[in-house]
């Protein structure tokens, strides 16, 4: 398949929205379950996570207890070159549509967090591959978001996961210079360390 990034978005986006009530709510259930197992065994404090859309697989069921974990929320910080902060996520939390219409917390920039002091962001993709290759939706908040991951290669913070449906596996996507490799893959199925080629 040699589509163009713009085919492969269209492709992936209606695999994704293809899965029934019931597949997604399933498909959540398993991934919570991949999510606290690896949780457990790195000990991180402050999670990255998302409120799923279009067809994303959904945390909702890790969201609603995080265990010991604190779980952050992306949020758009609207400057020159649009970028992702992140606001924890508590009890009586106010949200807001941003300006694509999806929905995230409202809360003052003093309260948001940078990339660089979260442990772990998990992050929603369109399609994925082996080789930590992804898609996303092709505005480029994460990439420009955690761009210092990819010019200083002893950052070890945040770990990136990228979050997908197993129907998202693609078998080799192409790598653009300004992609942020993904560290692991978590599907409903299975836990993908990247293969290095």
């Known amino acids: 398949m040699n589509d163009s990034p ?6 992936y986006r209606q695999l994704r929205l293809s899965l029934d009530a019931e597949a997604q709510a399933e498909h959540a259930l398993l991934l919570q379950r ?9 000990r991180p404090k402050q999670v990255a996570g998302y409120l799923a859309c279009k067809g994303e697989i959904s945390l909702d069921p890790w969201l609603q207890n995080p265990g010991r974990h604190q779980a952050w929320l992306p949020m758009l ?7 992702l902060r992140f606001a924890p996520l508590r009890s009586g939390l106010r949200w807001k549509r941003n300006r694509y219409g999806i929905i995230e917390p409202d809360v003052d ?10 442990d772990i962001v998990l992050m929603p993709l369109l399609a994925f591959d082996r080789q930590g290759n992804r898609l996303g939706m092709g505005g480029g908040f994460y990439d420009r978001s955690l761009a210092f991951r990819r010019s200083r290669r002893h950052w070890t913070r945040p770990r ?11 078998p080799s996507l192409p790598r653009q ?7 692991a893959i978590l599907t409903e199925r299975e ?6 080629t």
Do not use: F, K, M
């Open 6 to 11: 713009a085919q492969l978005r269209t492709h």
């Open 34 to 42: 991949r999510i606290d197992r690896l949780l457990g065994y790195s």
């Open 77 to 83: 910080y609207e400057s020159l070159e649009p970028r």
């Open 109 to 118: 920039w003093g309260e948001t967090r940078d990339p660089r002091n979260l």
């Open 160 to 170: 990136l996961i990228g979050v997908a449906h197993a129907i998202q596996e693609h």
């Open 177 to 183: 210079p300004w992609d942020v490799p993904l560290d």
């Open 191 to 196: 836990l993908i360390l990247p293969q290095v």
